[in-house]
T-cell receptor
């Protein structure tokens, strides 16, 4: 079974609109961390935001926020007021304590395109 | 801002040749990783390294692969006899700790092309 599922292979959004990128995860470990990374066309992986399984509040970092719904095992990334520079691949990833908390398991990614 | 540095950015090699991908992790980090991303696919974990030994490896990381931290600053991935299917982007990453909330800092990647 997939640990991390991103069901949207591609998303097209008008500049300045908000966009939600979906991520669902599968774990039986009560202790885990969820991450979002951005990969622009240049290829590097850029950390965006983190949500811990015990965090009471949704994480926010500037224009990025995480809609964390623990019971539904979803951790959707919300980008407010999208910009042309937000066009990139976006990956959701998870660390589990039961797995030693070292490796990140990634989803398939969503390619986001912001239209002017 | 400190960063993970990988060299070369692009390497082309003939099938069957050995390649060494090099990484300089962030200096005060203790945990080191290699991931790979076949073109258009997700990023996959290869190996984690701590205290001069492998702490975890995936099923992809077979006997053809090895890692080394030869001099306290560099972290290398060696592929002994490359195959066409080894063509991918290889990312080195490092972390200061192995706690759940610790992000992995990624290098810019080495694109390996096996011909």
């Amino acid at each position: 079974a997939q640990k991390i599922t991103q069901t949207q292979p591609g998303m097209f959004v008008q500049e300045k609109e908000a966009v939600t990128l979906d991520c669902t995860y599968d774990t039986s470990d009560p202790s885990y961390g969820l991450f979002w990374y951005k990969q622009p066309s240049s290829g590097e992986m850029i950390f965006l935001i983190y949500q811990g399984s015990y965090d009471q509040q949704n994480a926010t970092e500037g224009r990025y926020s995480l809609n964390f719904q623990k019971a539904r095992k979803s951790a959707n990334l919300v980008i407010s007021a999208s910009q042309l520079g937000d066009s990139a691949m976006y990956f959701c990833a998870m660390r589990e304590l039961i797995q030693g908390a070292q490796k990140l398991v990634f989803g398939q990614g969503t390619r986001l395109t912001i239209n002017p | 801002e400190p960063e993970v540095t990988q060299t070369p950015s692009h390497q082309v090699t003939q099938m069957g040749q050995e390649v060494i991908l090099r990484c300089v992790p962030i200096s005060n980090h203790l945990y080191f990783y290699w991931y790979r991303q076949i073109l258009g696919q997700k990023v996959e974990f290869l190996v984690s390294f701590y205290n001069n030994e492998i702490s975890e490896k995936s099923e992809i990381f077979d006997d053809q692969f090895s890692v080394e931290r030869p001099d306290g600053s560099n972290f290398t991935l060696k592929i002994r006899s490359t195959k066409l299917e080894d063509s991918a982007m290889y990312f080195c990453a490092s972390s200061p700790t192995d706690t759940l909330n610790t992000e992995a800092f990624f290098g810019q990647g080495t694109r390996l092309t096996v011909v």
